[in-house]
T-cell receptor, first 113, second 112 residues
Framework: ETGVTQSPTHLIKTRGQQVTLRCSSQ?????VSWYQQALGQGPQFIFQ???????GRGNFPPRFSGLQFPNYSSELNVNALELDDSALYLC????????????FGPGTRLTVT | QKEVEQDPGPLSVPEGAIVSLNCTYS??????FMWYRQYSRKGPELLMY????GNKEDGRFTAQVDKSSKYISLFIRDSQPSDSATYLC????????????FGKGTSLLVTP
């Protein structure tokens, strides 16, 4: 059974640029959630996707957007990058009948300079 | 006041010790309680989850939830150097969507 995978592992962007992060959910999981983890902090919920629809959103501005595809993989897009967007971005997938069980990928470390 | 409070540590114990990790929370609507382990530069790994109050045991790990005190604990018996990691508590309500509310994490070091 393949776990949650994310790409890229690391990337460096300049303030004002746009970035797309990708996530493949664990086999059999149809719900994907995205979190931002700043250094020394716990993950903060960005949003969740279920059946290709946004199913909940945390306290993040609209420049954070996402997509879920028919194969349940997902993308996180961030526009107009700010220095404070530097963080570890985590994707988590859940099985349909146990959405509270969230299994995380290794994350993408984004640095904004 | 944050909804979930967790002492960041660091907590250093000798190998073989019993470790107690704790979180407090303020939202009485929380019903699901999880513990994650996160190694440096890795994603969090789900260790255990508990619904409502009570205890749950899995090998060397025991999770306890006291909803009356809004207090949860994770105990690690016979701690090993490989247990050295950051431990994150997380929780969510039944009707608040599926967002997990995390603590800051407690850094644990088990020394040989």
């Amino acid at each position: 059974e393949t776990g949650v995978t994310q790409s890229p592992t690391h990337l460096i962007k300049t303030r004002g640029q746009q970035v797309t992060l990708r996530c493949s959910s664990q086999s059999g999981h149809n719900t994907v959630s995205w979190y931002q983890q700043a250094l020394g902090q716990g993950p903060q919920f960005i949003f969740q996707y279920y059946r290709e629809e946004e199913n909940g959103r945390g306290n993040f501005p609209p420049r954070f957007s996402g997509l879920q595809f028919p194969n349940y993989s997902s993308e996180l897009n961030v526009n107009a990058l700010e220095l404070d967007d530097s963080a570890l971005y985590l994707c988590a997938s859940s099985p349909a009948d146990r959405a509270y069980e969230q299994y995380f990928g290794p994350g993408t470390r984004l640095t904004v300079t | 006041q944050k909804e979930v409070e967790q002492d960041p540590g660091p907590l250093s114990v000798p190998e073989g010790a019993i470790v107690s990790l704790n979180c407090t929370y303020s939202n009485s609507a929380f019903q699901y309680f999880m513990w994650y382990r996160q190694y440096s530069r890795k994603g969090p790994e789900l260790l255990m989850y508990t619904y409502s109050s009570g205890n749950k045991e899995d090998g060397r790990f025991t999770a306890q939830v006291d909803k009356s005190s809004k207090y949860i604990s994770l105990f690690i018996r016979d701690s090993q150097p490989s247990d050295s990691a950051t431990y994150l508590c997380a929780m969510r309500g039944s009707n608040s969507g599926y967002a997990l509310n995390f603590g800051k994490g407690t850094s644990l070091l088990v020394t040989p």
